[in-house]
Antibody, heavy 126, light 112 residues
Framework: QLHLQESGPGLVKPSETLSLTCTVSGGSISNTNSYWGWIRQPPGKGLEWIGSIYYSGSTYYNPSLKSRVTISVETSKNQFSLKLRSVTAADTAVYYC??????????????????WGQGTMVTVSS | QSVLTQPPSVSGAPGQRVTISCTGSSSNIGTGYDVHWYQQLPGTAPKLLIYGNNNRPSGVPERFSGSKSGTSASLAITGLQAEDEADYYCQSYDSSLSGSRVFGTGTKVTVL
């Protein structure tokens, strides 16, 4: 059973860099039918996709965050990471890592976030 | 500033049928991109409920079903149960946002 676990500081100061790591267990991060993503949820609000990465290192970012975000992968450790620079209070949220799996359904290509980590709360405050 | 709009809340009595709409545009659902649905119970991570418009992952009850038409999609819950009280989010892909995965605004389902 695939399991994802986020880790990192729960408190980050304004203007600094938020850094989180997602550890994948029970399966390989190099699985060719999987992409790995970060999604966040501010308190009391909805979900926002931050970006995704493939095991080869190909990345895809939300245009609204692209200038501040870097997602990287370390296949030897079965981990992928998020860095969000120049944070403000608006970046306070629960951050989830998730697997975006690819299926073939009736001959069509389908991809959705099928396994999520439990999430980690990150507060931006001095 | 989600590009997928959902009603903030829907409610129903146990056993009733409720539906949640997800309205998009010609750059996402209307182009033919798939819609997926997630259930988020209070204090927990989202869980995939429907993928590829109308497919249920293993373990998801048959009372949950999805459909898509034009620029909108819908999630239906038949035989509503108390344990279905949760937030529900639709999700798709938007070609106007440099390949962004986009989520709906979210709908709170209340079981009366």
């Amino acid at each position: 059973q695939l399991h994802l676990q986020e880790s990192g500081p729960g408190l980050v100061k304004p203007s600094e860099t938020l850094s989180l790591t997602c550890t994948v267990s029970g399966g390989s991060i190099s699985n060719t039918n999987s992409y790995w993503g970060w999604i966040r949820q501010p308190p009391g609000k909805g979900l926002e996709w931050i970006g995704s990465i493939y095991y080869s290192g190909s990345t895809y970012y939300n245009p609204s965050l692209k200038s501040r975000v870097t997602i990287s992968v370390e296949t030897s450790k079965n981990q992928f990471s998020l860095k969000l620079r120049s944070v403000t209070a608006a970046d306070t949220a629960v951050y989830y890592c998730a697997r975006r799996r690819e299926w073939t359904v009736a001959g069509n290509f389908v991809t959705a976030f099928d396994i999520w980590g439990q999430g980690t709360m990150v507060t931006v405050s001095s | 500033q989600s590009v997928l709009t959902q009603p903030p809340s829907v409610s129903g009595a146990p056993g009733q049928r409720v539906t949640i709409s997800c309205t998009g545009s010609s750059s996402n659902i209307g182009t033919g991109y798939d819609v997926h649905w997630y259930q988020q119970l209070p204090g927990t991570a989202p869980k995939l409920l429907i993928y590829g418009n109308n497919n249920r992952p293993s373990g998801v009850p048959e009372r949950f079903s999805g459909s898509k038409s034009g620029t909108s999609a819908s999630l239906a819950i038949t035989g509503l149960q108390a344990e279905d009280e949760a937030d529900y989010y639709c999700q798709s892909y938007d070609s106007s946002l440099s390949g962004s995965r986009v989520f709906g605004t979210g709908t709170k389902v209340t079981v009366l």
